[in-house]
């Protein structure tokens, strides 16, 4: 096994052979940064201005895919196309022109030859230069670089040859940028319809690619789940009104249509919740936003803290008597004028009834709801003990090794 000096050696000259190689192809731009992402400039990628002066930039971007949009357009372009955006002001930049003496310059506007006794200059982003002998050709480039894409430029190279995207001007500056593109049902990963993918939304034809098309998409998933919680509000107000509703005697047909209204209900009500989880599918960040403040809203406005106050058991509205209704006694009391003294007489004879469970006075029906193994006959003669008239509504339905038989209804 070698040991560890020598590999230490061997990983040096590795390192020094990786870093000459890199030298020899990849000449810095002695020490110059590019204006564009303030990577190190190279002396192989540059925009040159007429009368030769040069402004370095990286290699970054080939520029090869440019027409896919800005983004993969290369820096010497994107200089060259819009200087002023990498302008900064001139204390960034030093003041003397180190150039003048070493370097002959020339104006980019009119040629005349630059000094150190007549340059004036143009400060761009990380340091670089360009050089004016007069104020006046400064001002002029200035005014028009502003409104003149590549404006003085001569050449734009990248690695000694000219750009793919010389002279090309971007898309997303000569027109406006799609509100999005294209269509999906899903997305991978949350993410924004903005400026990328468009949403497909529940059908083929509905494509959210404008503004306005996503907007009313927002504010329909908004109202998605408050209809819902109104919908299951107003299913179980229809049953406790079928079941406050009901008559001593009725036929089974009746029975079933009242089954058939409240299935129907049950239906719409799964199929909007069914269309909420489609939404959350698609991953789109605005319209799950737009789901979850809806749950909210629709939260506040039909489950309210009244309902979840603990109350005594003779004025909450039970809620299991709708979860088996066919298997409780229900009883007609008449006379019964209030809750607290009336309904809390009839609730406490009943509860001391062998077998009895649960028991709810509704007021607003005059009936009494009792669940549990006690018999109808039991359950009359207490209420009759309190002196008030009772009939029989409904008697459970008993359970035999044959199946459920048919409750009987007593006038």
């Not at 992402?37 to 990628?45: G, S, T």
């Not at 799950?288 to 004025?315: D, H, P, Q, R, W």
Request: hydrophobic residues 40%; contains cysteine; glycine residues 6%.
């Amino acid at each position: 096994m070698p040991s560890l000096p020598i590999i230490l050696m061997f990983l040096t000259i590795a390192v020094h052979a990786h870093v000459h190689g890199m030298d020899d192809t990849m000449a810095m731009g002695n020490g110059k940064r590019c204006p564009v992402c303030n990577m190190m400039a190279e002396d192989a990628w540059y925009v040159q201005m007429r009368h030769g002066q040069k402004l370095l930039t990286c290699s970054m971007t080939s520029g090869d895919n440019y027409a896919t949009g800005i983004h993969a357009f290369s820096h010497p372009a994107l200089l060259g196309f819009k200087m002023n955006s990498y302008l900064t002001t001139v204390d960034k930049c030093e003041s003397a022109c180190t150039e003048c003496n070493t370097t002959k310059l020339l104006d980019p506007v009119s040629g005349v030859t630059v000094d150190s006794s007549n340059a004036h200059f143009l400060c761009f982003s990380r340091g670089q230069k360009l050089y004016f002998a007069s104020k006046t050709t400064q001002d002029a480039f200035v005014a028009a670089m502003s409104t003149q894409p590549y404006y003085g430029v001569e050449q734009v190279v990248c690695g000694d040859k000219a750009c793919p995207d010389a002279f090309q001007v971007p898309m997303s500056m000569t027109v406006n940028e799609p509100f999005c593109t294209g269509a999906t049902v899903m997305f991978s990963g949350f993410q924004s319809t903005v400026h990328g993918t468009c949403v497909k939304l529940f059908f083929q034809s509905w494509v959210l690619d404008t503004p306005f098309k996503y907007f009313t998409a927002f504010v329909g998933v908004f109202a998605l789940p408050i209809m819902n919680e109104c919908l299951v509000n107003f299913r179980e107000s229809v049953r406790v009104a079928f079941l406050a509703s009901r008559p001593q005697r009725y036929s089974g047909l009746r029975k079933r249509g009242r089954k058939i209204v409240l299935s129907l209900l049950y239906m719409v009500q799964m199929t909007l919740a069914y269309l909420a989880m489609l939404v959350v599918m698609i991953y789109d960040t605005g319209l799950f936003f737009a789901l979850i403040l809806g749950f909210g809203c629709g939260y506040v406005l039909y489950k309210s803290e009244k309902n979840l106050t603990i109350k005594s058991s003779a004025t909450v509205r039970a809620p299991w008597r709708f979860e088996n209704s066919d298997y409780l006694t229900i009883l007609s009391v008449d006379g019964m004028m209030c809750t607290h003294n009336c309904g809390s007489t009839v609730q406490n004879a009943l509860e001391q009834v062998h077998g009895v469970e649960k028991v709810f006075v509704s007021l607003d029906d005059k009936c009494v709801y009792v669940s549990g193994a006690a018999s109808p006959k039991s359950l009359l003669q207490a209420v009759e003990d309190c002196g008030f008239a009772v009939k029989l509504i409904q008697s459970p339905k008993i359970e035999t090794q044959y199946g459920s038989s048919t409750p009987l209804h007593l006038a």
